[in-house]
């Protein structure tokens, strides 16, 4: 069974060969893999994972799986990486669109490419749709200017209302997810966020400090660390730090050491330390008061 398994993450859905916009997730990337996170990880499975595996319960208590959604939170917090993990965890076809895939100085073709991923998800089920940053991608129609002409505003606008509609047919088609994710949750148009479209809207908060020790342990996992590394203590001199900027930490404490020596066998304590002193987090207290404020209004905060 194992060999069918590993089989599916290589074999292309004969219905999506070629297909425009196709991405599949080729990288074995297990839960077990990223670090914290626990809300976003339950979310997703309860969204993806578990109505592909446990279709018989979600019938009998009349239960109807989320169709939608939507990841929020600072840059760098494993958004993508936790999108990976559950279409792999659920051998689910794995289609992303990103705002570069999707704009073209070519009237309509935006529209085309967003129409064309539902198309080629709803050929090749149980599967996910992912928009990284989507925020680029429509625009919050609060925002946009009357003026006319065809820019990226009315570009954006356009492929919303492609959006919406598509997403409105979600509704019938059984084991098809959609997943957003942003930096900018304030930008993303209410008419995304009712009922039917992104229906679980998830908070993805900074890492906290038990955390970052989880992520610093598994990205310095394949690292020979000295004994004088302590994990619980760079976990707490990294208040902010996104995961990614801890898996940069150990990437820099090791190249540190190289630079020390080609012949080093061992990371220690002091190259994490100089590390440190080289890299500022993105995030700070002023920058997550936009996050929380966002995630207080919706109720993900106490």
Not at 270 to 284: D, K, M, N, R, Y
Request: proline content about 5%; hydrophobic content about 45%.
């Amino acid at each position: 069974m194992a060999d069918f398994e590993q089989a599916m993450q290589i074999v292309v859905p004969s219905a999506l060969r070629g297909a425009s916009g196709f991405t599949k997730n080729f990288e074995r990337l297990g839960w077990d893999s990223i670090g914290g996170q626990a809300e976003t990880k339950l979310a997703l499975q309860q969204a993806l994972e578990w109505p592909i595996k446990f279709p018989q319960t979600f019938a009998r208590l009349g239960v109807k799986p989320p169709r939608g959604v939507l990841l929020y939170g600072p840059p760098g917090c494993s958004k993508s990486s936790v999108v990976r993990a559950a279409a792999h965890a659920s051998g689910a076809t794995f289609l992303s669109l990103s705002a570069a895939q999707v704009f073209s100085p070519f009237f309509g073709d935006a529209e085309a490419a967003v129409r064309q991923v539902f198309r080629d998800a709803r050929a090749a089920l149980p599967a996910i749709i992912f928009f990284d940053e989507i925020d680029v991608m429509v625009a919050k129609r609060e925002f946009d200017g009357s003026g006319g002409g065809e820019g990226g505003t009315s570009t954006a606008m356009r492929v919303l209302s492609t959006m919406l509609n598509e997403m409105d047919g979600v509704e019938s088609t059984e084991g098809l997810l959609v997943i957003g994710a942003t930096n900018r949750p304030a930008c993303i148009d209410a008419a995304l966020m009712r009922p039917g479209r992104f229906d679980r809207i998830v908070f993805v908060d900074l890492p906290a400090e038990a955390d970052r020790a989880d992520i610093l342990r598994i990205h310095s996992r394949p690292m020979q660390l000295h004994d004088d590394v302590e994990i619980t203590a760079l976990s707490a001199r990294t208040p902010f730090f996104s995961g990614a900027e801890l898996e940069n930490l150990c990437r820099e404490a090791a190249l540190l050491a190289l630079r020390e020596s080609l012949d080093a066998e061992k990371v220690c304590m002091l190259h994490f330390e100089q590390a440190l002193l080289g890299i500022t987090p993105v995030s700070s207290k002023e920058s997550m008061r936009d996050y929380i404020e966002f995630a207080e209004a919706m109720g993900h905060l106490s």
